[in-house]
């Protein structure tokens, strides 16, 4: 049984939801049609390795599974990525064995869960993980792994102590995080389902929800990390406001015991930003016509620039959102997190009133994202609805329905995919599921074939 308990621990992420229909809408009459969003103050002091060797040792998430089951149970394999000592060696890297305050050593997962991402065989750290499958129905497991706990450790054991917090985030997750679709990942779910049971001034648990949430969970794509330095917000309906450290700390809603510990962990942040911003984008590991490059760099500023900003030696990026009714991609996410619970709460807590000030604004559209690296980030648009550059940027060839593989496709540019009849297959992306069309952001339509396969060549270099 145990055995079923740590392989139930290792995909945490996954949770359960009971699908309806979702019933957001919003009103099309948006009163403007461009947003630019201003920079605000960030903690530009922070030393970029120590950012890095947190986030792969640190104890962000605060608590955990006992390392002593992770180890008897676990596969055990080294970490080959980063390479880490101590206990840590034999960690899988999008885990994390810490302390936890009462000195506990335990385990949870770390951010790579999530930010690393693999191309033909490569893990590309900082990438997002577009093979995240999270369809499966997990109550039963997070019911298990508590009660398995409870079979193992008594009430006062430092083990158990140490799992309290996780284990009351994941049982409480457990029914909201669910997605209908491969390859998506409910990222804002899971912020949602854990701080509807946090207290906003201290962040300690509360049986009761704080506010509630809507029957039907809406994921999205996984952005690139090495993206952060060029944004004035985070996310893409531009929701995160104020200063980046507590933004990205916001993970630690899954395990972090309160806000004295979140105050001491998110210390460490500004190591952490410092990080993100030495992050460089993948080159391009293939050839590229640098001739046709050229031609699509002089079509990609007349046409694109404007929005996604200029690349080379003298770099722009305007921070643009483009409402709903002008970029007409699927509205549901902004639509839903225009409205969502989780707005005034987070306003009205920890993460809002104390310093440095982080806030939530969301906007009734998405961010135009930055391209850097953009040839490794498929599935593109923010539902990753879109598998290569060339359907993106001819809408009359997207496929309804396509079945993705593991191996890339360098000349369209992004993943190789069968087209499907229907959404049944195993690893088929369904666009006729409510928040995950792949309309809208039809631009390429206006390019000739000659045009658009230039203004891909030139997207590879980036």
């Not at 804002?188 to 962040?203: F, G, I, N, S």
């Amino acid at each position: 049984m145990k055995k079923y308990l740590i392989f139930a621990f290792l995909v945490l992420l996954i949770a359960c939801n009971t699908y309806k229909s979702p019933d957001y809408s919003y009103d099309k009459d948006i009163p403007w049609k461009v947003k630019q969003i201003e920079a605000g103050p960030q903690q530009t002091d922070g030393d970029a390795q120590a950012g890095l060797d947190y986030l792969i040792y640190g104890d962000y998430l605060g608590s955990g599974v006992p390392y002593e089951l992770y180890e008897k149970r676990a596969s055990n394999k080294p970490d080959t990525v980063f390479r880490r000592e101590g206990d840590n060696a034999r960690v899988n890297y999008a885990f994390t064995a810490f302390t936890a305050q009462n000195g506990a050593r335990v385990v949870n997962g770390n951010c790579f869960t999530c930010h690393a991402g693999e191309i033909d065989g490569e893990l590309i750290v900082g990438l997002g993980n577009s093979f995240s499958d999270y369809r499966r129905n997990m109550t039963t497991a997070a019911k298990m792994v508590n009660f398995g706990m409870k079979l193992k450790y008594k009430k006062d054991d430092e083990e158990m102590v140490a799992f309290g917090d996780f284990g009351k985030y994941f049982r409480a997750m457990a029914p909201r995080v669910q997605t209908n679709q491969p390859g998506v990942n409910p990222a804002a779910r899971l912020a949602e389902a854990c701080m509807m049971h946090r207290d906003p001034k201290d962040l300690t648990y509360r049986d009761e929800p704080q506010y509630e949430v809507g029957e039907y969970n809406i994921a999205s794509d996984v952005p690139p990390l090495w993206n952060v330095a060029k944004k004035n917000a985070l996310y893409y309906n531009a929701v995160g406001r104020g200063d980046f450290t507590k933004l990205l700390f916001q993970a630690s809603v899954l395990g972090i015991p309160d806000s004295a510990a979140a105050r001491s962990a998110v210390s460490n942040f500004k190591d952490v930003y410092a990080w993100l911003c030495s992050l460089e984008p993948p080159a391009y590991p293939r050839s590229v016509n640098q001739d046709l490059a050229a031609k699509g760099k002089l079509l990609f500023e007349d046409r694109c620039s404007k929005c996604h900003g200029t690349y080379g030696e003298n770099e722009t990026y305007p921070n643009k959102v483009i409402a709903l009714d002008i970029i007409d991609t699927d509205p549901l996410y902004a639509a839903y997190g225009y409205e969502s619970g989780i707005i005034d709460w987070y306003n009205d807590s920890w993460f809002s009133n104390s310093y440095p000030r982080s806030y939530f604004e969301p906007e009734m559209g998405y961010i135009a994202p930055p391209l850097d690296g953009i040839w490794a980030t498929a599935p593109y648009l923010h539902n990753g609805s879109v598998p290569t550059l060339d359907d993106l940027l001819n809408s009359k060839q997207r496929p309804a329905y396509w079945a993705k593989q593991r191996k890339y496709d360098y000349e369209k540019v992004g993943w190789s995919y069968a087209v499907a009849e229907d959404g049944k297959g195993d690893w088929t992306y369904d666009t006729t599921l409510p928040a995950y069309s792949n309309k809208g952001h039809d631009f390429g339509d206006k390019l000739d074939n000659d045009e658009r396969k230039a203004v891909v060549e030139y997207l590879k270099t980036l």
